[in-house]
C-alpha cells in the first residue's frame, strides 16, 4: 500500500520538482552576477564600492534566508504598496541576493588565490584594472570556483524549501499540500526525500565532471 501511495504521487512532486530547479539555477546565475561585481567591490582600493560590498556581503551572510524572503514579500509591500511581489519572484529576488552575497566571498577568495605577479606582468603590458581582471585573474579562477560553486548551487537546491513558507508550489510545498489532502504523509513525504536526493546527487556528479574537465583542459 505504501509503494502504491509513492507510486501515484511520484508523478506530481516530480513536477513540482521542476520548479525547484528553475528556482535554483535562476538564483545561482544570477547570483554569480551579484557575487562578481561584489567580490570586486571588496577588493576594491576604492573606499566606498569596498564598504557598499563589505555591506552586503555582511547583510545578507549575516541574516536568515528565511528572514529575507519574509521580509520581501511580507514585509517590503507595507513599506512600497507598489512593491507587492508574486511568491515565485519574491522567492527568487530573496535567493538571488542572499546566493550573491555567498558567491562574493567564493569568487574573493579564489581572485586572491592568484599570484600577483599576475596583476604586475598584466600592468606591464599596459592594461587596466578592469582589463587585467576581465582577461587575464578572473579566467584563471574558473577551476577554482567549480567545487564551491557546486556547493553553493546544492545548498540553493536545498535552502529553496522555504519559499514554501510564502506559499510557493515547488517541490516541498507540493509535498506538504499532498500530506495534507490525503493523509498520508509517511509517504509522500519519502517521495520528496527520494527526489531531493537524486537531484542533489545528478547536480554533484555534474559539478564534479566540470571540474575533471576543466582540469584536462588547462593540461592541455
Do not use: C, H
Amino acid at each position: 500500500m505504501t509503494e502504491i501511495v509513492i507510486i501515484k504521487y511520484f508523478p506530481v512532486l516530480l513536477k513540482a520538482s521542476v520548479v525547484t530547479i528553475e528556482l535554483t539555477a535562476i538564483a545561482v546565475t544570477i547570483g554569480l552576477v551579484f557575487g562578481l561585481v561584489a567580490a570586486l567591490f571588496r577588493i576594491s582600493k576604492i573606499k566606498v564600492l569596498n564598504y557598499i560590498g563589505s555591506f552586503y556581503v555582511w547583510l545578507f551572510r549575516g541574516t536568515p534566508l528565511l528572514l529575507q524572503i519574509f521580509f520581501i514579500y511580507y514585509g517590503l509591500p507595507k513599506i512600497i504598496p507598489a512593491l507587492t511581489l508574486p511568491a515565485f519572484l519574491a522567492g527568487a529576488i530573496a535567493l538571488i541576493i542572499n546566493s550573491g552575497a555567498y558567491t562574493a566571498e567564493i569568487i574573493r577568495a579564489a581572485i586572491l588565490s592568484i599570484d600577483k605577479g599576475q596583476y604586475e606582468a598584466a600592468k606591464a603590458l599596459g592594461m587596466t584594472y578592469l582589463q587585467t581582471m576581465r582577461y587575464v585573474i578572473v579566467p584563471q579562477t574558473y577551476k577554482r570556483l567549480i567545487p564551491p560553486i557546486g556547493n553553493e548551487f546544492i545548498a540553493l537546491l536545498k535552502d529553496s524549501s522555504l519559499v514554501s513558507t510564502i506559499g510557493m508550489v515547488e517541490l516541498m510545498r507540493a509535498a506538504q499540500l499532498k500530506a495534507s489532502a490525503t493523509g498520508r504523509d509517511a509517504e509522500i513525504y519519502i517521495a520528496a526525500l527520494v527526489i531531493y536526493l537524486a537531484l542533489t546527487t545528478v547536480f554533484s556528479t555534474i559539478f564534479n565532471w566540470l571540474e575533471k574537465r576543466l582540469g584536462r583542459y588547462e593540461q592541455r
